[in-house]
């Protein structure tokens, strides 16, 4: 199963990839993350992205797109994956397909989660997650255990992007901006599912397992 996840900042993808990728076994590919991860190793590909990811802005593509391609070559992308984060515009979509046609593969469905501007903006300012592996929380969906993370025991706190309301602006608008003409790109591809991502996490679940 070959599949990506978009929708705005806040619309539950990370959520939810995590519950896509247990059931069909495939490896969840966040770009976000694999920035993250990164800056916080101090890495090149760490220096490169900073300054962007603090600033809300887009990495530049050519430096995304090497980071994907090179993703995908690995051993356990094979059978299938889950992108989560990528593509983010229109020419990172056209470098995706280009991709998928050099290794014969297809593409399954591209979900878009919908959710107003507003439920978005409130679980950008609630949400937390884990330092250590990335796992989502919210202020009403804490760990077990004191803000340390049920899965890996990490330490679990506020996004740094998330903390500056330019920041989270910038990314909202970029959404806009950037990353929804991907719906008429996904579309016209006859891949695009449109999922209602309102409701608990288990209901929109069913949703997307419905569309795919
Ligand atoms: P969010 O969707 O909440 O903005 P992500 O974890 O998907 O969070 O991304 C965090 C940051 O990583 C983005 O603001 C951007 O700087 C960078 N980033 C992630 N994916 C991409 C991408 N495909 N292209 C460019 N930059 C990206
Ligand atoms: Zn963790």
């Known amino acids: 199963m070959r599949l990506i996840i978009f929708g ?15 059931k069909y076994g495939i490896p ?14 101090g890495t090149a ?6 300054e962007y990811v603090e600033a809300g802005r887009l990495v530049p593509d050519e430096v995304t797109i090497g980071v994907v391609r090179e993703r995908l070559h690995a051993d356990d ?4 994956f889950l992108l989560d984060g990528f ?21 399954d469905a591209a979900l878009m989660i919908v959710v107003p501007e507003e439920v978005s903006l409130s679980r950008i300012l609630t949400r937390r997650s884990c330092l250590e592996c990335g796992r989502n929380y919210g202020v009403d969906s804490p760990p077990e255990h004191n803000w340390t993370c049920d899965s890996c025991g990490g ?25 929804e003409p991907l719906k008429q790109y996904y579309e016209d ?11 608990s996490p288990d209901e929109v679940f069913s949703r997307i397992v419905g569309a795919i």
């Open 28 to 41: 969840t590919i966040s770009t976000g993350d694999i920035f993250r991860w990164a800056i916080k190793g």
């Open 8 to 22: 705005p900042q806040g619309a539950g993808k990370g959520t939810q990839s995590a519950r896509i990728a247990e």
């Open 155 to 179: 330490k679990v706190v506020e996004r740094q992007d998330d903390l500056e309301k330019e920041t989270v602006t910038e990314r909202l608008r970029l959404y806009h901006e950037q990353t």
């Open 189 to 199: 591809e006859g891949l695009l599912k449109e999922i209602d991502g309102l409701g």
């Open 45 to 50: 590909l760490g220096l490169k992205a900073k």
């Open 87 to 107: 593509p983010r515009n229109v020419r990172q979509a056209e470098a995706f397909d280009e991709m998928l046609e050099k290794s014969g593969d297809k593409l």
């Open 77 to 80: 992308c094979q059978e299938g």
